[in-house]
Structures are given as structure tokens and as C-alpha cells.
């Protein structure tokens, strides 16, 4: 049984694990404010090229939570329906108390126009007040920003004092796609907070929290610990930063999940099966059949994602920083077998 | 430069590192929902001798942020004014609406009589209503609760219609202390729900929080989730305890660390150096001359607790799993050199 | 200057403002727990036929948070996106930390089908769980539920375990429209919580709460307290509901909005001005050329409600229990003499 | 049987009453934007000699949530043990998410070196960050600050970059004590927002909140409809505060109801009946014989205020605006007649 379910199904990657192991010993303070942080956060700054506050939280849901969390309580956060925010985190971003403004996505992505029509249509005290718009890249539907989408996202953002901020927990496999045309210095430029997703490519856990807009940076340790966000061992996540950014393992890490999958995408479309969405990383949307789905599953785990028709169902395959070329080929093996 | 800072400057003890290694390469579900997690479990089970929901936490503010906001939006959490809820989480509880009704401690422990006091004299709708006591064991200042406390304490949480939680961060310190008389099983017996603490006695994250009362374990997941303390590698927790608890190895760790502690506190002791409390754990409270903690410090770090006259402070000093016996003896002969 | 703004803009009607003067000196306890309060509570009762807790409460976005309020934390409410909850509240209901799942209405009113497919798209704790349904009658757009409409509401909820609750800011204009086929006995037997709207029905302030079912009663008190929604003199709003329901005054001033609105309508539908609802009771929604607009504004007050097309934008005209059929005939003329 | 249980037991004061009358036709805008609430603005700008932000809330509790509301997440309020926030208001101040950080009083009253304490102790982002000091004036004791005492209160906030915060449900009745030297010119000039209380000084409902400091200003309305605390006829409120500013019916409303309360306390003291403190306004503390006070609830509503000794209760007995008296002689009388 192997599983296309998710980008977190193993441990860490080599990299990382062997540098934990190696400066496991080592004392330091708790909390991130220990040498490793330190490090790590220069790394992180030496790659956008720019000055910038950077902490390490332990997760994704935690990272969007802070993020949302520093806006004044009768601010809202705009976001396609689709966003992780509004679907996948159990009302955490309004367990800060915050309203998510929802807007139909294009592909998986906020457009200028839906950004500035719902500013637009609040105009008083009697509704919640915009004040940032939340993305991600790449999107829950595998797609990516090009630049000149983020430009005009930024550029509608400063237009009407909205803060922009950047969910990277599939940042790596964003940069490493096919058509990107951005680095991680457009985004330290035309963002005000972003985070570098670690979990889901090859950290045991951990993100890097990136803020940018020096409005935002005031007292954000006392956020992070409130939300209940700052290990003790802080140097367990800025460590594995060091190991995944050191020597761009981290977009090594991301360029093997996005090229597997993207193999196994045009296999399956070189057999007919049709994509319910062209996405460029990690994550691949085909449309099965519901017999071969069933037949499929005896071997192979992945998820259920959504029916298509009477007889199909979109299911998601997602590659890794773990999957290997023989992985996918058995699985390419398997659907042979049954069509 | 030695830190006696506290017991998580190191990362974590070697069986956890090696399980963690060992099983890095393994598939598995994702969020807590794999068979680590459920083998982690069933030790937990074993070790208390029954029933018991077991979830996975990614540390101690989150663990107590979870349990507190099981209560209903009025009502509030008992604790002692030293709690590490009331000085320490940076409002982390406050976060979940609930207040903390403070009483004095008895050497940093709660007393019946303090909770029914508190219960009394919240009469009516116009106050919020008590309705759990927090309580630490190992307390914050090092002390243990033996049987006879625990027992009183909880028939009085009885007596009141009170859940009993208790924050297990050093549980494991409290267990292997010289005078304990508790058991796990006795603590599973008298309380509603506590946590084993894994981040404070050799891992490198998470607690596993125990929830006793069927009452609070309804939909516990969800509250995991929105709290955002649910790791996208939930086994990345349940392995370091299946290392920890498997071979007693978290009883182990801990009593390196309070046998360490107390016979630094016997040395000290016996040179004439008073301690502001007989605690009996992995941590230890001399009062220093301050020109002696001067010179101590430039060989040692540890935490200037509290100023106790004009010429001495407070200082903690904490031992750990990591803790050697020649790093204590090396503290001792530079004390000896001082003074 | 004559305003058709809103059902707000007057004091109270004269019955209310009596029986606030001729009760004035009576000294009463404080917080609800007065004579008054029970006799309004009874008045209640007896109107729908039933037991239930009887709350007043200072204003309707109050109302909403409480009833909201009441769910555990994780869980969401349903209602349609023009609903007064997801537009005009200024995320008061996100402040005590709930999700709105927002779906597409039919002229203002949710249906069974929507709320089901919340529900079915709900499947596990990385999303909030729908718990509760919202519905307002009248709605936002002036129009009704009817018998067949409410039922198949409350079967959908009973099916799913969902709350029923019903914000009745202008339920009395429902309950008078010329279609209207509900009584308060059946949305007593239909709904778990509604209150009966004091406010825009003649009273200076303060709405009647509703709980009928036995899981939602337990210390509401305490919910009002800490929301600040209880009024020190609670009688206040008490003695005015016994002025609006002991002779039906509330029906008497509901149906005289409903009849002016509906007077005017006739004779806007008279001249061939469209309407962008057909709306039943006391808020009616003309479309009217903009150049129109510009000069009925110097003499009337009224919401521009949004734009219909190039040329023209959708108007609110409200009328309320104080507006007098002189008022829309003088309305009537003036725009006789601008078309 | 007549009630010296508290200052809200009647309606509103007959000048309020008839302004509410007389202007009840009178057609607004609603929620507060209407020329009462700007002619009673002017009012309270008049009478505190300088510029500010004047909003009309519906009471006290959320008077104080919406003022210790507008600090960031992490931050928490100082105020003495006795503080309405710390033990009446059901946690309405924990439920904005804000710590309170109670210290003890001393008559009721804040000191400057209690404050400084508060604050030298909390250091870093482990613990919440104190930025507001809540005071009441009259006090939950009905004791007086002084000018010297407000000053030195006011610079200790300023040295720590703290902002003052006046709860003054009962402000009138501080101002017209015998030994009182502030007037409200001096409270604008010292604190950074406060609040006239209305509802305990004969208006039916409302307090007038007072924004001094302009970091405090921004969107205050938000928060007031988010609150739930904005009413929709908001000019029952200002016309209410019209009628009691007009011609300083708020200060002969509260001498009333401070005459009579030390026209009791002395007649009292007379017959060598003590006090639990020397209050100076319209509450006092007798300490009777549990004998007597049973005597007394016969003919008599009062509070048992708290046990005094074996034999002793303390009882706090309140006049208010509509106390006359021979209400007043009434009870001593009674008194008379049992001892």
C-alpha cells in the first residue's frame, strides 16, 4: 500500500534529520532565541534579500492565525472560497475573531476586481472593515501566481490599505514550477507577510514566518506565544531551516514532488484521463472512474476529492519530496492493469 | 558557559532521536489519525489502567488553552497565583474568553479550602462560575502533590461540581521525586484530564494530553484543530512517546534530572546557602549573594528568579534528562572557588 | 424633510411611552429579575402557547451573538448571504468566535436544499461543524416564510441536528403580511430560540428572546451578563413589551407599516416603477431612475440601496408603526410632480 | 416595603422623562448619528472644557469592554481586586480576550507604587504586557479619588506608557462629595477615556464614553456595533444625557442621592452603629447585628454585603437620585423601633 494522500505521509528528509541528530547535544536558549534561530532567520533574509522579522511557529493553521490575528478586531481578511483559511482550518482565523470575506477564485486564485469589489461594497461601521487579502501560492488547487498576478494583486492592495499576506506552506513547489516566474524576493517585495512552508516539504515540522511591513513586526513574539505557537525548543524548527535552506534542499525537495507528480500527470493524460484542473506542482486533480477508483484504492491510498458526474469522480494525487520515480511508475503499472 | 537555565536546552534523548530516525521513512496518515499515534495510545492506556481519549499536543500552553476552553464561555479556572497559567501564557487562556479566579498557593500548591472559597463567593450571574481547577504537578516552584493533597483536592472538585485538570509538563519529575507516593493510575483516578509532558523530560515537542471524563471528550479533534495545535505529522509526537514510555524511559529521564537537582541542593545546602523552598524535583531555588551569582555567571547560565533581600537574589537552577553529574560537580567546585 | 429611511427614526409609539411614565416610580429589583419582566415573560408565553425562558435583551445584534454564542466553539451557523449576521453586524458574531457558512437565498430565505448541502460538505474536524441555522422573519428583503417553508426548514435542521433559530427584528411584519399563514404558536413549535422584535416596532429599545429548547435555557443569564446585553434596569424593556403584546399593540403597529408600505408600492407599481423584490411587508425595494432619486432626496430621506443599471438604482423605502398614510400621500404627490 | 438595594430600582429622573416625551415624534437618523447625540456631545465638551470623542453605549459592562477591547491581544488591564471588571462582570473583559491583572486596593482605591509593581514584573513576551490602568471613581466602595491621588495615578501611567481609564458609573456622585476637589475638566485632562454613567443617576439606560486620547479614537464606532452595544434609536440615550446636562440635573440628581446616604450614615454612626468604611457618596457599609438586619428585611430590600464577625454582617445600603427623605426617616425609624 502506498499512499499519494498527502506531502507530510513520512518523517523528515535526510537533511534534516541528520542535522538535528548532529546538533542535538548543543545547549541553547529556549523559545527561538537561541543561535539556530538566528542563523536560519539570516538564511531566510539572505534569500529575500532584505531586512525582515522571522519567526518559526509550529504550523500552517498557527502561521494564518497570527497573521490574521494582528488586524484590529473589526477587520476582515478577504479570500477565495476555496482558501485553506475559510475551508480547512476549523474556524481558527474566527476563533480570533475575525470574519473571512469569501470571494469565487479563478482557478484556485483572487483577482484585483474580486479584491476590490468586496472593499467597495463595505462602507460603514455597520459591516466588518477589509484590511488584508489572504493567498496562497501554490493554490489548494496546485496552481501558482505569476508575477504579473502578484503585481496587480499588491498594486490593488496598496490602492485600498490592504495588508497581503502570502500562506507558503507550498511556496517551494510554487518556485520551482514549470511556468513561475517569481523568486522569493518578488514576494519579500510585493508582500506585507509571508510564511516558507517546512512540513510539507521535508521538515518534521515548522514554518518561517516572514514579515515585512514594519507595522506588523511590533511585540509578535507575545502573538506567537498566546496562540500557543512558540516551542520551547525553538532551535528543533530553525534547525531544520538551516538544514532545508542551507544548500536550496528545499527547492531540491519541492522540484522532486512537482516533477513526479507533473510525470504522472501527463501519463495519465496520454491515457484519456482528464484533469479537473491544469495544476503545475504537487498535487494532481484526475478525473476517474468510480470502478477503477475502487480497484485502484486496493493498492494505492490518495483522496476522494470531489464527483465529477454520475460515473466520475475527481480524486487527488499528491507527490512529495519522498516519491520516487519507481513509486509513480508502479502506480502507472496498476492503472494499466485495470484499463 | 553551562546552562542550568532550565530542561529544554538540549534537543531530545537519544531513544528518542533513534525511534524517530528508525521510522522516519514510514507512510502514514496524517494528523494524528495513524497507527503511531494509536500505539502511543495504548501505552498511555497501559500506564494508567484505563480508558482513556489520548491526543497528541504540540506543547503546554496549548495543552492548558485546550482544556480550559472545553469550559463554557462564563465560566472560569481555579488555579494558584504562581500558576503557569496566570503568569506565564501571555494571556493564553484570557485568549479563550475564560478567566483565572488566582488564590494564594501553599508552597505552590492549591488547597481545598482555597477552591471553596473561590466556589462561595460566586454567588450568581453576575460573576463567572468556577468550574475547573488547574493545578501543576511538579508544581512551578519544584514541590510535589503526594496522595493525601490530591485525593482532598478532588473530592472537593467533587464536592463542587469542578473538573480537575492537571498540567503534567514535569509529571514525570513529580513521579520519581524522593517523597511521591502517586501513581499515574492514581492520577488517572482523580482527575479529569492531565497531560504527560514530553517537551520537558527528553522530546523534542508535545505533550499527550488524557482525557478521563466522557464529558470533555466530545469532538476534541476539533478543538485540536482550531486551536491549531494539531501537527500535519501528528506522528511525529506519538513516536517520541511510544521511545518515551515503552521502556520507562520517560521515568528514567526525570529522575536524572531530580537526582542531579537535589544533590546540587544537598552541596549547596551544605555550605550554608539557604533555598526559598524545599522543592524536591529537577529544580532548585538558592538564595545567592548577588556578587556571587556575578561570578556564576560567567561560567553558568541560570535565572535570577527574584530578588529576596538587599544583598541576595532568588536564583533557579534546573537540571534536566541531560543533565551529567560532572556538569553539577563542576558547578559545585566553581562555587567552591568562589566562596 | 420626511424620512422613509428606516422603522427606527421615531421614540416609541404611545402606548410603550405611557406605560413607561405611569410605571416609572415603582421602585423594582435590578437586571430582569423584576415584576415586570415575569409579567412580560408571561404575556409571551401565553402568545405561543407554551413553556419557555423568556429573556429581554437590548438590542438585536445582541440577541444574535447570544443565540450564536450558545454553540460550542468549532461550530459554524447557516444563513443566506444577504442575512443580517454576514452583512451588517460588523462581525459580531466572528467576535464570539463562530463561522458563518453563508449560502444563496431565494428572495431573501434560505432553503432546505442549501442548508443540506452545508452539512453533506462538512465531513470531519479540519472544518468548522454547522450546528445552527439563522433565519430572519421577515427577512432583509421584506419577504416572508411561509407554513410549508418554515416546516421544511425545521425538518431539515431536526434531520441534522442542527438549532433552528429565528431572528425576529420585524417578525410582527411578518406575521401581518397579507400572505402571512403562520402564527407565534407554530414558530414556537418550529424553531428552537427566536426573539420578537421590539425595537422596530415601537419600542425606544429591546427585544424579547425566546428559548424553547431545554438544551439552549441552561445559565442564559450568564451569556447576557457577559455579552453587556443586560440592561441594570432591566424593566425598562419588560414594561414595554407588556405595552406592545398585552392589547396587540405589536400586530396593530406591524400592520400599520405593512399597509403604508404596501399602499405606496401599489401606487409606485401604479406609475410602472418596477420592483426589485415583491416584498409583503414594510420595507419595499423600487427601482428608480437616478435622476429621480437626485430630486425626492430634497425632501426625503431614503437608503439608495444599489445600482439596478446604468440609469437606475434600487431604492428602500421603509414605513413603520409612526408613519401616517398623509406621509406616503404627500410622497405619491411629490413624485407625481417630478414624472 | 422600600428598597435601598441599589440606585437603579426606579425609572428615569422626571426631567429625562419629560425630554423623552417631548421629542419622541421627532424624526433621526439612527444609531447615534443624529443632531441629539451631536447637541449632547457638545454638552459633555462644554463641561470638560476641551476637544474629545463622545459616544453614547448602552451601559456600564460594555462601556468597559469596548475601552480595554481596544488594546492589542496580548495586553491587560491593572485594577484593585475590588475592581467592577475583576469580580461583576461575569467575564466580559476575559471575553475580549483581554488578562486583568487585579491588584490589591487600598479603600478601594488604585495606588501609583501598585501600579508600578504590576508593571516592573512583567518583562517579556512570556507573560501578558500591562497597558491600561482601570479605576472607578466614586469606587465599588464609595470612596473618592483626589486630585493629588488622579495626578499621581496619571503620571505613574504615563511614566509606564499606560492608559487611564475612568469607569464613572457613578462619576456625579464623585464630584458632588463633601471632600471631592476634581472636577471633569481635570478627569479629561488626566485620563485617556472615561465614561458619565447615566443608568445610576436617573436615566432609564446609557452612559456618555469619553475618548480623550487620540490613539484611542479610530473606529471607535466599529467596535461599539460589533460590541452589540450601539443602539438603533441611538438618540434615546443623548437625549437623555441632554436632559441631565442641560442644567446640571446629572450633579443635583447625584447630590440628592448623597445627602441622603450621609444624612443615614451619620444618623447611624449616632447610635454606634460602624462602618466598614468611611464611603463619602450615596453607598454605605453599616455593620449590624445579624439580629437586626433580619428585623429590617421585613420592611426594608438592602444587600448583605458580606460577614463581619460571628454576629455581624456588613450591609451596603444605597440612595440614589429618587430617594427622599423621609424614605431616609423612615428607616431610621424602623431602626429605632428594633434597637
Not at 276 to 295: R, V, W, Y
Request: aromatic content about 8%; some cysteine.
Amino acid at each position: 500500500m502506498y499512499s499519494f494522500e498527502n506531502d507530510y505521509s513520512e518523517g523528515a528528509c535526510k537533511k534534516v534529520l541528520d542535522y538535528l541528530a548532529e546538533h542535538n547535544e548543543v545547549q541553547t536558549a529556549g523559545y527561538g532565541l537561541d543561535s539556530y534561530s538566528e542563523e536560519a532567520a539570516s538564511l531566510v533574509k539572505k534569500l529575500i534579500g532584505k531586512e525582515a522579522d522571522v519567526h518559526f511557529i509550529t504550523g500552517g493553521t498557527p502561521c494564518n492565525a497570527l497573521a490574521i490575528g494582528l488586524l484590529r478586531p473589526y477587520q476582515s481578511v478577504i479570500c477565495v472560497t476555496s482558501g485553506h483559511i475559510n475551508v480547512h482550518e476549523t474556524g481558527a482565523v474566527e476563533a480570533t475573531g475575525h470574519k473571512i470575506d469569501a470571494v469565487e477564485g479563478i482557478n484556485g486564485k483572487i483577482t484585483p476586481e474580486a479584491i476590490e469589489k468586496v472593499v467597495l461594497s463595505h462602507t460603514d461601521e455597520h459591516m466588518v472593515q477589509p484590511r488584508m487579502v489572504f493567498i496562497s501560492n501554490a493554490t489548494e488547487l496546485g496552481t501558482i501566481y505569476h508575477k504579473d498576478e502578484l503585481q496587480a494583486i499588491s498594486a490593488m492592495c496598496k490602492k485600498h490599505d490592504l495588508y497581503l499576506y502570502l500562506d507558503g506552506a507550498r511556496i517551494a513547489n510554487a518556485l520551482t514550477a514549470a511556468s513561475n516566474d517569481l523568486t522569493l524576493k518578488d514576494i519579500a517585495e510585493l508582500t506585507d507577510m509571508f510564511y516558507i512552508g517546512g512540513t510539507k516539504n521535508g521538515a518534521l515540522l515548522g514554518e518561517a514566518m516572514v514579515i515585512l511591513n514594519e507595522d506588523l513586526k511590533k511585540d509578535f513574539r507575545y502573538y506567537i506565544k498566546r496562540q500557543g505557537a512558540m516551542l520551547a525548543k525553538g532551535r528543533v524548527i530553525s534547525q531544520q531551516f538551516i538544514a532545508l535552506l542551507q544548500d536550496d534542499t528545499y527547492l531540491e525537495n519541492a522540484r522532486n514532488a512537482n516533477e513526479n507528480a507533473q510525470y504522472l500527470r501527463k501519463a495519465l493524460l496520454a491515457k484519456g484521463i482528464e484533469m479537473f484542473i491544469d495544476s503545475e506542482t504537487n498535487q494532481i486533480f484526475p478525473i476517474l472512474p468510480d470502478a477503477l477508483i475502487k480497484k485502484l484504492l486496493k493498492d494505492y491510498q490518495f483522496l476522494e476529492w470531489g464527483r465529477y458526474d454520475e460515473k466520475r469522480t475527481t480524486v487527488r494525487l499528491v507527490c512529495s519530496w519522498a516519491t520516487r520515480k519507481e513509486n509513480v511508475d508502479a502506480f502507472i503499472d496498476t492503472l494499466n492493469h485495470y484499463i
